[in-house]
């Protein structure tokens, strides 16, 4: 099957079989490794990115159900050399310990907030029920989207 | 994981779904958010050989103002549910319930049309739309009907769909200023509910549970001791009936059933208390 989107700004297309699944067309196809698999179940969020704008987890997507749809990976996230003002704020206040739910959990984050500018604390703990990490014990990730909020 | 082959069709309208669906028969499926479905082919308990991804049908994603009800396109996303503001005016049990499904990426993909059409009775809306007494408009080859939430959830993950027929639409009646409550039970974030209830008290009593039988129930004895005026305390004690719970790692029959009475009762004390 021929697909087309965006990709991080640039239009990509490709001839896959429909059952890719969109985190691995994203890893194994674009070579976009960002974005991790974890429990290939929808239960983790690793593999979260955005989907016009909004956070998906794209282990439980196809790549053709992205067919002419903008996605965002945690690649995209920078622009012009600059990080992503979540990126910084996880880095400042060590919200991430292994590293390996930080781009979906990122990923995730930035979608709350385009939501939710101002959430509280609870919200952003409810907001990111949906990715696990098994390092930092969630706190200084609360504390980072909180920071990045402000 | 990765599913079987399938031939894969997009679809731009509801017509376009139903005439694919009138081509391929049985083997084909559907798929709108793809959120129950596309788990189902990774484990490869479904294994279609055509899907039909109705997901970009966009004029079938709306929430509009219908008079006495409020009108749901079957493509709404779970998300779009949960942020009205028309339904959390005139119908706050449905937003709420929406918001309790998964987790917000979930909420993103996941579609009213496809929650209820999978008729897991473990999951949130199908529960919401018995205890509101709500419908589905269903399209087929021969036209529309609308079938009422007590005749839509037929057996385990089993509508009453024929295989060429699709829901289009969700018409929930307004409950503006009904006593409403939501109880979902379960043990970790984002987990399905291990038993849940809602109630809605608008004049007669709407209850029904989830994950007390094989399919969505209405907790018929709970309604029928409510209208011949019971307390809340004895009505509750009617939770289980006509009920079959389920048994796994989460918990036994006689649990669940303890739990349904608990719920119920809870959830009948705060719809009571949101009452205006
Ligand atoms: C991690 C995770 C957690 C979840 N947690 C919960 C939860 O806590 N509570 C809960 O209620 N749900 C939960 N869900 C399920 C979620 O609500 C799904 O979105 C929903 O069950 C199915 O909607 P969908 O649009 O994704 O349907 P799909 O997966 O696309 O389809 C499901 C079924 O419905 C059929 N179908 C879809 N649309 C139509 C239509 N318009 N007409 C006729 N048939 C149709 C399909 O053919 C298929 O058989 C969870 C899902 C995931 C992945
Ligand atoms: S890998 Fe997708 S949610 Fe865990
Ligand atoms: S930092 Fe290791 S899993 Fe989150």
């Keep these: ?150 | 994981m990765i599913p079987s082959s399938f031939d894969y069709v997009a679809v731009d309208s509801a017509d376009a779904a139903i005439g694919a669906l009138t081509e391929h028969g049985d083997e084909a499926k559907l798929m709108a958010g793809g959120h129950s479905l596309i788990p189902l082919m990774k484990f490869r308990l479904a294994n279609p050989t055509v899907v039909i991804d109705i997901g970009r049908v966009n004029d079938l994603s709306y929430i509009r103002d219908a008079g006495d009800h409020v009108a749901i396109g079957a493509l709404t996303r779970h998300m779009a549910v949960e942020t009205s503001d028309l339904l959390k005016a005139d119908v706050p049990l449905l937003a709420h319930c929406a918001s309790q499904v998964g987790d917000p990426s979930v909420r993103h993909r996941g579609t009213i049309g496809g929650s209820l059409a999978h008729a897991d009775a473990a999951s949130d809306l199908p529960a919401a739309l018995l205890a509101l007494g709500g419908s589905v408009m269903v399209k087929g080859p021969n036209g529309e009907r609308e079938v009422k939430a007590d005749d839509l959830f037929v057996g385990f993950l089993e509508n009453s769909l024929a295989d060429d027929e699709m829901i289009t639409e969700v018409r929930v009646p307004k409950a503006t200023g009904a006593g409403w409550s939501y109880q979902k039970f379960n043990r970790r974030a984002q987990d399905w509910a291990i038993v849940g209830v809602a109630a809605v008290l608008n004049g007669s009593a709407g209850v029904s549970l989830v994950n007390m039988a094989s399919t969505p129930l209405r907790a018929a004895g709970v309604e029928e001791a409510l209208a011949s005026g019971a307390s809340h305390a004895d009505a509750a004690q009617r939770a289980a009936d006509g009920g079959s719970p389920p048994e796994d790692l989460n918990g036994d029959a006689e649990y669940r059933t303890h739990l349904a009475k608990v719920l119920v009762q809870r959830a009948l004390t705060e719809a009571e208390s949101r009452k205006s």
Excluded: W
Excluded at chain 1, 25 to 38: A, K, M, S, W, Y
């Design chain 1, 1 to 150: 099957m021929q697909i087309q989107m965006n990709v991080n700004g640039t239009d990509r297309s490709a001839d896959i079989e429909a059952r890719t699944l969109l985190v691995h067309f994203l890893r194994e196809d674009l070579g976009l490794t960002g974005t991790n698999i974890g429990c290939d179940t929808s239960s983790c969020g690793a593999c979260t990115i955005h989907v016009n704008g909004e956070s998906v987890k794209s282990c439980t997507m196809l790549a053709v159900q992205a067919d002419g749809q903008t996605v965002t990976t945690i690649e995209g996230l920078a622009s012009g050399g600059e990080m992503h003002p979540m990126q910084t704020s996880f880095m400042e206040n060590h919200g991430l310990q292994c590293g390996y739910c930080t781009p979906g959990m990122v990923m995730a984050s930035v979608s709350l907030l385009n939501e939710n500018p101002n959430p509280t604390e609870h919200e952003v703990r409810e907001g990111l029920e949906g990715n696990l990490c098994r390092c930092t014990g969630y706190h200084n990730i609360v504390k980072a989207v909180l920071a990045a909020a402000e």
